[in-house]
């Protein structure tokens, strides 16, 4: 199993998780009253063919009939799956970025080439992408990426698209993290209707719901849908993750408070980092901030800071990250300037630790 952030369970004492990047302000209400209200959805077995979900889906991105969406148990499931189903020869993943794309790849048999192409401020490097694109590569790409943060324009992706196409290649863009940007419709790349490009999504983080694991897949070719949908177990979607995708995506209320929560505490945090000068970060546009210092390896800020009752994401994984790097996610104000006050005082013991000749580290 690879490492991956949200692993509270190996602590006796409750932490505050900002290793995993979720939305803080929970299951969105109407969801938890529609939930407790009827739970006897429990006592059928979901439409297998999942019409009312896959109806909201739609309807939430403005789909049209060329647009085919295939469900997922998580994002990951659709990942998987898809990896499987391609025809393609190998898969060629612009890192650092999510570590799941890599092991799908090497569990489905194809071959990998894994490339550091995010440079130091985060902008994914396009030539040199493609200067080592082959024929019938899958190409896979985190936009925003994860841990970076950054954001690969439309126009961008699109032309490295067009690329992709010409050498029977295809894109798979992981969408995750987008609607937490600045310009979110705008950002996304899923009206984009290319034959070669397969967008994913879910309702993990923005929706606040990892347990509940449903995610979907965005598809132009019909077949192509059809052979990703078929590798996938019966029922595979339970009834609380069916309910859920109803219930959310058409709940306008809770989609503007996480964009007023965003648009806020996104440009408090980075002004608040900013004063600190033991760390630097990446400018980000997503939920998450990539963060590095300059004095202290991640694992012992990990260390201090779990004392602390706090979790951090280690650079573990993330191939092309230095072990000074770690992700903090974008929580409520209270844990946010509780994590920045302690990330001062790791400041300031390190100063003190200077004059006093002695080593934090
Ligand atoms: C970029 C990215 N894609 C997909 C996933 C998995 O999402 P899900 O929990 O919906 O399977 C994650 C989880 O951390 C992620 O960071």
Redesign the pocket.
């Known amino acids: 199993m690879n490492y991956?952030g949200g692993d509270i369970y190996q602590y006796k004492e409750e932490k505050t998780d900002f290793s995993a990047n979720i939305n803080p302000l929970g299951i969105p209400e109407h969801f938890r009253k529609v939930l407790f209200e009827d739970l006897s959805c429990l006592t059928r077995y979901p439409d297998r063919q999942y019409r009312k979900l896959k109806a909201s889906i739609r309807s939430y991105l403005q789909l049209d009939q060329e647009d085919h969406v295939v469900l997922g148990n998580?994002?990951?499931e659709v990942?998987y799956k898809t990896i499987q189903a391609l025809p393609v020869k190998r898969v060629l993943i612009a890192c650092p970025t999510?570590s799941e794309y890599e092991r799908a790849a090497r569990m489905a048999g194809i071959p990998v080439r894994e490339e550091v192409l995010y440079d130091r401020k985060g902008k994914l490097d396009g030539p040199g992408l493609m200067n080592l694109l082959e024929e019938k590569d899958l190409v896979i790409l985190?936009n925003p990426n994860?841990p970076t943060g950054t954001l690969t324009l439309k126009e961008e992706l699109l032309a490295l698209s067009e690329i992709i196409k010409e050498r029977q290649g295809y894109l798979l863009i992981?969408e995750?993290f987008i609607e937490f940007t600045k310009d979110y419709p705008e950002t996304s790349i899923i009206d984009a209707r290319e034959e070669n490009l397969i967008v994913i999504r879910?309702l993990?983080k923005y929706f606040g719901m990892?347990g509940v694991r449903l995610?979907y897949g965005v598809f132009h070719q019909k077949e192509l849908a059809r052979e990703v949908e078929e590798r996938m177990e019966p029922w595979h979607i339970n009834s609380i993750a069916d309910l859920a995708g109803q219930c959310v995506l058409h709940d306008r209320t809770y989609q503007e408070a996480t964009r007023k929560w965003i648009l806020e505490e996104r440009a408090f945090f980075m002004k608040e980092l900013e004063k600190l000068t033991t760390f630097t970060f990446l400018p980000t546009q997503s939920n998450f901030i990539l963060v590095n210092s300059k004095r202290h390896k991640a694992e012992k800020i990990q260390e201090v800071l779990l004392e602390a009752g706090l979790l951090i994401r280690l650079p573990i994984g993330f191939k092309g990250l230095s072990d000074y790097a770690f992700r903090i996610a974008i929580k409520d104000r209270a844990s946010n300037r509780k994590l920045l006050a302690e990330l001062e005082k790791i400041e300031g013991s390190f100063s003190r630790n200077q004059e006093n000749r002695t080593n934090l580290t």
């Open positions: 991956h998580g994002a990951i990942i999510f985190c994860n992981d995750t879910a993990t990892p995610g």
